[in-house]
């Protein structure tokens, strides 16, 4: 499945984002989808992933309440509404998606968006 990711940008120290997945060729909705980030020399981090219910949403430590993953099958998209931004939140997004869960596993995804920016300034 072909997925876009978009909604990245540059936001001051304790702003907002929503982030945005939208699957292209098939039915998001039949997949668990996570986010992942990554800087520059790291490995890509678990942000948060939600399972094909949708009921069920799973964070990564460091979110600390701060976002909220959803789904909207009526878009074929799936969002991360990111809150009180740091700087630490500085990374390039990306959706994925897989058949199993749990989803903090960047293995057991399938297919990958291209990644969004997001920069958070101090």
């Given at each position: ?49 939600i399972a094909r219910s949708g009921g ?24 991360l509404q990111m809150n009180r931004l ?37």
């Open positions: 499945v072909q997925l876009q990711a978009s909604g990245g940008g540059l936001v001051e120290t304790g702003g907002s984002l929503r982030l945005s997945c939208a699957a292209v060729g098939r039915a998001i909705s039949t997949y668990v989808v996570g986010w992942f980030r990554q800087t520059p020399g790291k490995e890509r981090e678990f942000v948060a992933a069920i949403t799973d964070y990564g430590d460091f979110v600390k309440g701060r976002f909220s993953m959803s789904r909207d099958n009526n878009r074929n998209a799936v969002s740091e700087p630490e939140d500085t990374a390039v997004y990306y959706c994925g998606v897989s058949r199993l869960w749990p989803g903090r596993r960047y293995s057991i995804y399938d297919d990958w968006g291209q990644g969004t920016l997001v920069t958070v300034s101090s």
